[in-house]
């Protein structure tokens, strides 16, 4: 059996991290990520979070969700 994969970023927003140094992760547009490739069978096999620069003075996280179905 085979498997397909598909690699999906949520970054945190860029205003909340100039301006506030920090910002909450965008759980809205995770789930909603996770929804639409979950009612096309995808399963989320992985998922990460890391930091990403931005600006040469700011760091923002970045989920990086990885899913994976089985293809016939």
């Known amino acids: 059996m ?4 598909k690699v999906e970023v949520v970054k945190e927003g860029v205003l909340g991290t100039i301006f506030l140094g920090s910002s ?3 759980l809205k547009k ?3 990520v ?7 069978g995808w399963e989320v096999c992985f998922q990460v979070i890391e930091q990403r620069r931005l600006l040469l003075l700011w760091n923002r996280e970045s989920v990086v969700i990885t899913f994976s179905r089985s293809i016939l």
Do not use: D, V
């Not at 085979?2 to 994969?5: M, T």
């Not at 996770?34 to 096309?40: L, W």
């Open 2 to 5: 085979k498997k397909e994969f």
């Open 24 to 26: 909450k992760l965008p």
């Open 30 to 32: 995770m789930e909603a």
């Open 34 to 40: 996770m929804n639409k490739y979950g009612s096309q």
